[in-house]
């Protein structure tokens, strides 16, 4: 079973609109993470927010809010009032405790956003 | 501020070929990771560590060899390059091994393997 799935490959939005990028997870741990970074064209890896499984509030980062159904096992991530930067390829992922001592950080397949004029 | 630097950025290699993939952090930070990135597939964990000395296998580690001699290193060793290792490797690296904290990512080497 996939840990991370991302159900949308491609999103659309018109400027300054909301859009919301989908994130399920899978796990059986009481304790994780999940986080949403960017990747722009140019490659890098930039994070964006962060949800603890204990956090009780949504995490908010600037335009960027992480909408926790812990219930439903979601972690979508909402931007506010798109710009034409936020275009981008969007991954979720997910940190778990992975024996030894370590842990990993599993990646969905990502959502490509483009904003639109 | 430097954060994490890995190099090269651009390689090229023939089948069979060995080479490493340098990645070093500025931040003392205990864990590192390696990771591959094939189109559709997201960012798959090869090998991480948790500190000096101790290193252990990700999801895809065949290979690929790792050692970290210092807090600072973590290089990626491909011993007999294949073109299955074509893709972009990214570097990471966050303070602790625990399931908080961000990692902090590299800018990415592209490998090409002919």
């Known amino acids: 079973a996939q840990k991370i799935t991302q159900t949308q490959p491609g999103m659309f939005v018109q400027e300054k609109e909301a859009v919301t990028l989908d994130c399920t997870y899978d796990t059986s741990d009481q304790s994780y993470g999940l986080f949403w970074y960017k990747q722009p064209s140019s490659g890098e890896m930039i994070f964006l927010i962060y949800?603890?499984?204990?956090d009780e509030q949504n995490a908010t980062e600037g335009r960027y809010s992480l909408n926790f159904q812990k219930a439903r096992k979601s972690a979508n991530l909402v931007i506010s009032a798109s710009q034409l930067g936020d275009s981008a390829m969007y991954f979720c992922?997910?940190?778990?405790?992975w024996g030894g001592g370590g842990n990993k950080l599993t990646f969905g397949t990502g959502t490509q956003l483009k904003v639109e004029l | 501020n430097a954060g994490v630097t890995q190099t090269p950025k651009f390689q090229v290699l023939k089948t069979g070929q060995s080479m490493t993939l340098q990645c070093a952090q500025d931040m003392n930070h205990e864990y590192m990771s390696w990771y591959r990135q094939d189109p559709g597939m997201g960012l798959r964990l090869i090998h991480y560590?948790?500190?000096?000395?101790?290193?252990d296998q990700g999801e895809v580690p065949n290979g690929y060899n790792v050692s970290r001699s210092t807090t600072e290193d973590f290089p990626l060793r491909l011993l007999s390059a294949a073109p299955s290792q074509t893709s972009v490797y990214f570097c990471?690296?966050?303070?602790?091994?625990?399931?908080?904290?961000?990692?902090?990512f590299g800018e990415g080497s592209r490998l090409t393997v002919l």
């Open positions: 992922a997910m940190r778990e405790s």
């Open positions: 949800q603890g499984s204990y």
């Open positions: 560590s948790v500190g000096a000395g101790i290193t």
């Open positions: 990471a690296s966050s303070l602790t091994g625990g399931v908080s904290g961000e990692l902090f």
